[in-house]
């Protein structure tokens, strides 16, 4: 069983640390598109955090959270790959009160809008954590922080 350590929190309660980012990138509905955007990550030592694909006919928007969002984004700039930088809350979740209903409600009492989420890769020996895209991403985090969940920060994810 692994034991964590307390996270030092900031005055609003939340995690101390930088905001979760995730890169977003219109590539061409090619086969092999994606391939070539994780290998080119990949080949700079790069992991893949969290991935989620929308496809259209033309196009698919790939929402993805690298372990290295400064380098992802400088390399994506040296290769002329347009992309947008956006926060997103990453929380853990566990199977007793810290559940997925319980984030939603916690969510839903405070008022805040989610527009999308996805799973990010499991993590081994440890919880499963989901992101987030809030409508209010400060005030999110605290209210899940406040509500006893583990909001996780780019720090805790990067290698």
Known sequence: MTTSKPQPHSATGTPAGSPV?????????RVGALMSLVKLLTE???EVMGLSLQDTTELALVRLIPSDPETTEMLFIEKGIPHVVFPVTV???????HSLVHALSALLSAEINIDFTYALFARPGQHPVFALHLDSPEVGAEVLSNAGFKVLTQEDLSR
């Open 21 to 29: 980012k995730q890169l977003s990138v219109f590539l061409h509905n």
């Open 91 to 97: 929380v853990e979740l566990r199977e007793t009160e």
């Open 44 to 46: 700079h030592r790069i």
